[in-house]
């Protein structure tokens, strides 16, 4: 039944491509680009196709500029294999990041390693017109620079997302973005698919592929800066949730004192007490406490979370004990979700490492001290890796993965790039 399947499939060759036939051409050029087989006589094994219909579909991706020959392989007792490479620079992915206080942007080949970059502060509270028109500018230079055109774009928010259409579900910080769609606004300006995800999934996606050290077990990344967040990877996949809520921990309610107001209008919230935003509300009234604090203060009539942060890394006695207490606040509300999700990693990120080692160490020992001891029998807890870089190589990788996931890249493999298929690559995701 095999050989005869096989064999159908090999005679379609010299026929009009069918949709079959463009998921197996697909499924060639996603194993050599994932590493999973980098020979033809790999790519045989892996599918079970045929050496004329592998040949075939080889050539026809060379072609259009997705594979070409590399190096021999060593020979296993016959004639040596020719090495397949993918060509990551065959076309360009664009990422962007958006936080409360800043865009980064950049421009990526299809492995997700970014040729160009740029940074720009920017306070998302301007609201969603004036935000994406800075991202735009952004990518307009990188543009520029590159000399590219994106094949997808990829753009991290803070603030809960509807994957499914790329619009802003009621976002605390973000006012006057509640249902708009980052993708519709940049769909009308790129001919490329557009993915949008909430900020700290995308900075977990970036650590579990290429933080360090990496070793692929489920990851919890916990933000911990202005406001505070966390985003699961399971498998290499992000877990969004049913609604795209998942990771939202800034929201759970930590204290019953109604003087913690946060940003979302409820009291108590965890970001309330311990994030950044919510320690100048804390800190500005006591200011005087610390020679540090109050000459910030007095220069400039009010005080940033990063004030605290610096404060905090000179050992300012009063930045420190509030840093290291939101840090155990932080590390309990954690431990419950290790004993629920039982990570294998938990990565710290966010601009509380900027305050110094104090910090995190309160952080983890809470974990530890207060999760169950199977949950962290092999617990492995680290801080972020990339230089705060994460989350734009999250979106970068998450671009890369929406297009050439397997049904996505059938869609576009025989015409080489994916222009003109954005609105047939997002109806397909939908579908799913």
């Not at 206080?101 to 160009?116: H, Q, T």
């Not at 006012?175 to 909430?198: K, T």
Request: net charge neutral; hydrophobic share 40%; charged share 20%.
């Amino acid at each position: 039944m095999q050989t005869q399947a096989i064999a159908a499939l090999e005679a379609a060759v010299n026929t009009q491509p069918s949709p079959q036939d463009a998921f197996i051409y697909a499924r060639l050029v996603n194993l050599v680009r994932t590493g999973e087989a980098l020979t033809r006589p790999a790519l045989e094994q892996a599918t079970g196709l045929g050496r004329k219909l592998v040949a075939q579909r080889v050539q026809q991706a060379m072609a259009v500029g997705l594979l070409e020959d590399g190096e021999f392989a060593p020979s296993g007792g016959g004639r040596a294999p020719r090495q397949l490479r993918f060509r990551s620079d065959a076309g360009h992915v664009y990422a962007g990041l958006m936080g409360a206080g800043e865009i980064r942007a950049a421009v990526s080949d299809l492995d997700g390693k970014a040729v160009a970059a740029m940074h720009r502060d920017w306070d998302i509270s301007e609201g969603p017109e004036a935000t994406m028109a800075q991202l735009q500018d952004m990518f307009e230079r990188l543009a520029k620079r590159t000399k590219t055109r994106p094949w997808s774009i990829g753009v991290g928010v803070p603030g809960p997302v509807n994957f499914g259409t790329g619009q802003l579900v009621a976002p605390p910080i973000m006012p006057g973005w509640d249902g708009f769609s980052v993708r519709s606004w940049l769909r009308e300006r790129y001919d490329a698919p557009v993915w949008v995800d909430n900020d700290v999934n995308l900075m977990a996606l970036g650590e579990w592929h290429r933080g360090h050290p990496s070793d692929r077990r489920d990851l919890l990344y916990v933000k911990v800066g202005t406001g505070i967040g966390s985003g699961l990877v399971s498998g290499g996949s992000v877990y969004r949730g049913d609604t795209g809520a998942a990771g939202d921990i800034g929201h759970v309610k930590v204290s019953d004192d109604p003087g913690f107001t946060c940003r979302c209008g409820e009291t108590g919230c965890l970001e309330a007490v311990t994030g950044g935003w919510g320690l100048v509300q804390q800190l500005t009234p006591v200011a005087s406490d610390s020679p540090y604090l109050s000459s910030r203060l007095a220069d400039r009539g009010k005080l940033t979370p990063e004030d605290i942060g610096i404060a905090a890394a000179r050992g300012d006695g009063l930045a420190s004990r509030a840093v290291v207490d939101s840090a155990r606040i932080v590390g309990a509300t954690v431990s419950s979700l290790v004993n629920f999700i039982n990570p294998g990693v938990i990565v710290v990120g966010g601009g509380m490492l900027r305050s110094g080692e104090q910090a995190f160490e309160a952080l983890a020992e809470t974990v530890m001290r207060r999760s169950t001891k199977l949950a962290t029998e092999k617990l492995t807890l680290r801080t972020a890796s990339l230089d705060f870089q994460e989350g734009v190589v999250g979106a970068s990788l998450m671009a890369v993965e929406q297009l050439f996931a397997q049904s996505a890249l059938g869609l576009w493999i025989e015409q080489g790039s994916p222009l003109g298929q954005a609105a047939n690559l997002h109806r397909l995701a939908a579908g799913h």
